[in-house]
């Protein structure tokens, strides 16, 4: 019987932070990329020992999965979706057979629909690579029950805090809960080495973690309002890769954030974030 996530916690004990990570390239932990990406993969296997205890279970949010409601992986044993190209053969196997939770996905969808969000359940959808690439480093043994949620087709940053809002008390359950994506994502700037981005990428970096790390309230607005920050529409042309971190910031309530990663790539500022 699947175990409810939680249902040993002691609510005396710590709740889990709330985490942004960066997903990387494609599959590019797991081919021969020398110095590129060392430094967030160190970043990455060190998530785990941050944690106050082991997760009964995990809400990851991808930039890599948009729907027209919020949608949430209902089965039982998802499959993975390699959903990139161009990557060497060996990487269309890599693996990752972490277990859904039909359980805490119906919780997550009582929990938006009474803050008012309609939401639906994907019984056949599997992990993306926004999911599975991160988390074979962060969590390698791939027994953490795993409930992916989709981006809203729209790309509303404002709707994404309030989503991460509604799912706050899973936190006190032991539930992990964690959006991934990129702080800069132009691919046509990245993979051709554009010298004349990197300094804008530097100064919406600057702003950004200004933002994250404000009061939660002065957080929100700027954060909603990130389409002003200098550089913001030259480092997200289209903001999916960046959202991850508004639903992020939704579910981190009250709690101040941080960065706890930072990282230069192809000339690029990058940026992981922590609430909690």
């Known amino acids: 019987m699947e175990q409810q996530p939680g249902a040993r916690n002691d609510m005396a004990r710590p ?25 967030m993969a160190a970043y990455l296997r060190g998530v785990a020992a941050t944690l106050p205890r082991r997760p009964d279970a995990i809400v990851v949010m991808s930039s890599h999965w948009e729907t027209g409601v919020p949608t ?58 926004g999911v599975f690439i991160p988390f074979m480093l962060a969590f390698p043994q791939a027994d953490i029950p795993i ?73 929100t607005e700027a954060l909603t309002q990130w389409t002003h920050a200098p550089g913001a529409r030259i480092c997200h042309p289209r903001p999916e890769h960046l959202l991850p971190l508004m639903f992020a910031a939704g579910a981190a309530g009250a709690d101040r954030g941080v960065r706890d990663y930072s990282d230069t790539v192809m000339g690029k500022a990058l940026s992981g974030f922590r609430f909690g």
């Open 15 to 39: 709740r889990q932070p709330v985490l942004f990570l960066p997903h990387g390239g494609g599959p590019c932990f797991f081919m021969d990329w020398p110095d590129t990406w060392d430094h």
């Open 72 to 129: 949430v992986t209902s089965g039982a044993h998802p499959p993975l979706i390699y959903d990139y190209s161009g990557f060497p053969p060996h990487t269309y196997q890599l693996r990752y057979p972490a277990p859904g939770s039909p359980r805490l996905a119906a919780q997550v969808c009582a929990l938006l629909d009474g803050a008012g969000i309609t939401s639906a359940q994907d019984p056949g959808r599997g992990f993306d690579h």
């Open 147 to 219: 409930v992916e949620l989709s981006l809203q087709r729209d790309l509303n940053a404002a709707l994404e805090i309030r989503t991460g809002a509604a799912l706050q008390p899973l936190r006190a359950q032991n539930v992990l809960i964690v959006g991934t994506g990129m702080t800069y994502h132009n691919l046509h700037h990245l993979m051709g080495q554009n010298p004349q981005s990197n300094a804008v990428s530097r100064e919406f970096d600057t702003w950004l973690t200004h933002a994250v790390e404000s009061p939660p309230d002065i957080r």
